[in-house]
């Protein structure tokens, strides 16, 4: 069985036979939601690739502490694949960024795209990239990942610009691109860019600009998929084609 993970601020210096203890919301929920208990092994992680397998010794209801069994330093998986992910409407946002955290992306980017039915401006962009980066966080630990995504403030069409000509590879979603997602050279290393736009599809303006910024306008099929799911079936048919994936 896959023992539970938990998030800490950081595990820097912890070797094996250390105690740590955590507090706050994330031992509040473990020990009274969760019913955490002492003698209960599980494993903790800072997100940014160390992780402990540990037992735990001792829980109040706003702490735990575990001693340290485990100690492990994981590198990031490479390629790195950022996902810019026009504004759905409703809760799909959060669906994208669940299943895109799970299936392994390091970054996800909302994007005010032109065609975005969802408006983030004020309090309410506040609220929604806290419920994004929420969302990304529960689903990387459910996931296990030692490495968790980070989930960046609103961008722009020209910082969207920006990341796809820093990109090693930059593919944008569009259901009238003539190049299939499976005929692109990809890297063992390096950063890949996967651009979808919003339900109501990229302006021309959009995918001119971002073609000229470097990126590849591809298609996935002959299916028209959501915004919330389009992201993920690319970012999989990526992977499975690099040494992540055993491509």
Known sequence: MTLPQHLVPTLAGVVTGD?????????HHAVV????????????????GRSVTGEVTETTKRSFTVVARVVEDLPEPR?????VQALPKGDRGELAVEVL????????????AARSVAVWKGERAAKSLAKWQATAREAAKQSRRAWHPEVVPLASTEEVTALVAGADVAVVL???ATEPLGALALPDDGEILVVVGPEG??????????VAAGAVAVRLGSEVLRTSTAGVAAVS???????????
């Open 79 to 83: 390629p790195r694949v950022t996902v």
């Open 19 to 27: 105690t740590v203890t955590v507090e706050g919301d994330e031992a």
């Open 201 to 210: 599809g990229l302006t021309d303006d959009e995918v001119a600009r971002l």
């Open 33 to 48: 939601v969760r019913r955490l208990r002492a003698g209960e092994s599980l494993l903790l992680t800072d997100g940014l």
């Open 101 to 112: 955290t799970e299936v392994g992306v390091a970054r996800v980017v909302p994007w005010a």
């Open 174 to 176: 569009h259901e009238d």
């Open 237 to 247: 048919a990526l992977l499975a084609r690099t040494p992540r994936w055993g491509g």
